[in-house]
């Protein structure tokens, strides 16, 4: 038996860190080599020396925080090695150039599965399963009370949210990168043919995923001056940040919603403010974080990001996989 | 015209905020379905279906025993999403994917008439095949209304006010006919419906209708430099604002809410109808301590409002007394456009008749307000701090020249509120939320020093902002020394400035004493909790404002 010390990789100050490699992965503070999975900015902190991640997740990152870092990038399924480590990355399916990494060391494999949801995505590659040893999943949605509709009928129950209100100007809040550009994606395949504003950041990020080869439906960048009547019967995509605030003085006959997973529960739909709730995410739920736990063969199951106290339990008892803590 | 037309108006009116477009809803709800399922929209909308088929515990132990889900979890997202209903139709959304359509379109009618009371005649295991076959037959956004009834706890963020005012506008029938033709034992059927929405208004429905009410002001520093003699001074009740009808013969009693409650308070009507004249009265409903002639705590009358046909020994332990403030009506006159100092003579003259001519005693029932007359402001002010000693919040302030119009109309009647009591005391335990709240830490316990001991005196879980809310929690949840249960006990580090209403000493408490409404309404981040206040500073209080306690 292993000691915890001895992992391949731990937790050191709040981050996952492989100290055989000196090598950081979605570190919260500035190290010198850092590993991204994605480009939200709760994976990603200014000032590391060398990142290094997927060519379209390096990107994203450019268009956010602008040119002058240093990141080296990598083809999905591209091996590199680091102080005789190999590496690589592969697809989560949770945004655009999102990815798991897998570490692979003296015959033992590692895989960190970076935030991922198994639904598809018309945005991002599919999620793709890889066999590991060792799994550090992330488990934000880990009850099984998370259970995700077709994405295409979230985005019909949007679509007759609209039209059912032809004379209000429906606010829709999302995050800024790929859950936009998912939701649009979505939307432009229902019955809704009316206006699509963006805000200046989502609309940014929909340039950038066109650029990359995706196809996204065409938004026009909403203006702060828009004459009120305009905007009826049109939908406005804004990030959650502009829900609070003074922002929404600039428009009249409102209806708002927010699209994220925990508008699942009611509790929380009427807690958050807004009118409506539509319960898409970009993470797995329940039963994705259990697919994927299953499928990767795992023998030691590591979780993160989320309250993993019932998920592990669960394990243990119905599937006999022993979850392991780190130790902080 | 189904269950499943009734799960969208309550998706609806759960995510619209705009009472105007709530309305618009409900009148395209009523006018798209059939009469009888309307009766049974109505019939759950209004609160009516409270029957309790099987409890939560009981959903939760049945879904756990037909899908082999270990009960730990299920509790475990119960914490969650703080509603069995709900928890269980979240749940089923991963195990109910083969759909057998046979109920798909169950009309509400026959699930509320027949599907749901024909479960109380089976046997327990008979029972758990049903709701397991109904469960696996309905479409799944009909689960969270189907278990909601099933549990008994189907509400909606409507009042029964909305309701009545969408029935009211579509049908053009004025919204006071309408509540009345509700009160009672509304039984769902076409008739009861066809009844509700008849254009032809009888005598009776017609003489129940009370006038608008008046409502009162936050007090404005502009009334100081009126003259004192221009106003009516009352102490302000925390009872329930009502007009007392009388026409006719017939007696009703209407809530600022449009709510008839004739059937909580019989007594009431019963004594009021031997009065000879017809009268509308206004006034305030209260549960009387007739010991002291002060009102008792709201809490006692909280009994009484929501018991219909109270038994005789319910109306002996709460007594109630109806306490008129005004005169709109009498003998089929109007005379709220009369000045108030002379309502009030014509209120004192018809009360002295009727206390003497009606054969029964209804003075042990029905009293006019005392009028308080201040000789200037600092008096008047003396007086509001004295509100706390009878139980009332203070004063209301009227006009001497006013009349009756409606509606909370500016500079006639103000409402000169007693400041609260306040401690700073610290925080110690904490415990999760239920409904809307649920999955954060929002139920507080707080405590003052005694000695270098934090003894706990109070809690509360009102007061703070939603952002403070979930700051907060997050303090909780990295500052808990022990769990028990849903409870952590917490790092003594932060002070609450606590308001109340009322203190006294109390032999049940371990501090010795007890509050009322304690509520949060600062977070003192600004102190250590060496600066909370303690228990003495609580006593000091209690001495302050009831000087009677310690005489003894
Ligand atoms: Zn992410
Ligand atoms: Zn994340």
Redesign the interface.
Known sequence: MRTKKEYLIRYKDGNLYCELADIWIDPSKPVKKALITHAHFDHFTFGCEEYISTKETAILLKERVGDNIKIKTFEYGEEFKINGINISFHPSGHILGSSQIRFIFAEEKWLISGDFKLQKDQTCKQYEIVKTDYLISECTFG?????WDESNKIANDISKWITNSPEKTSLLFCYSLGKAQRLLNEISQTNFKGNIYSHGSIHKMNNSYRKLGIDIKDTIKIENKKKIDELKGSLILLPPSLSKGSYLKNFKNIQTAFASGWM????????S?Y???FAISDHAD??GILEVVKKSEAKNVFFHHGDS??LS??LL?KESINVLLFSK | MSLKKFSELFGDLDSINSTNNKIEVLKNYFLSNDPIDNSWAIYLLTGKSNKRFISGRYLKNLFSQIYEYPQWLIDTCYLKVGDSAEVISLLLKNKTNSRKKKLSNISLNELLSETIPALSKLNEEEKNLEIKNIWETLPEDNHLVFNKILTGTFRVGVSIGLITKSISKLFNIEQEIISHRLMGDFKPSIDSYEFLINKNINLQELNSKPFPFLLANTIEDKIFKNSINDFQFEWKYDGIRMQLIKRSGNVSLWTRGQELVNESFPELVEKMSHIKDDFVLDGELLVWNFKEQIAFDFSLLQKRINRKSPTRSIQIKYPIIFIAYDLLEINGRDIREIKLENRRIELEKYFSKWQIKTENNISDIFKICDLIFPKDWPDALTYKEKSRENNTEGLIIKKKTSIYSSGRKKGIWWKYKVDPMQLDAVLIYAKGGSGRRAGLYTDYSFALWKDKELIKFASAYSGLTNIEIKELDKWIRKNTIEKFGPVRSLKPEMVFEISFEKIQISKRHKSGIAVRFPRITKWRKDKKINDADSLENAYELIKKYHEKYHEK
């Open positions: 009850l099984p009370i998370f259970k699942s529960i009611r509790a929380l739909r009427k807690r403010g009118d409506k709730g329940w039963d106290e019932a339990k669960y008892e």
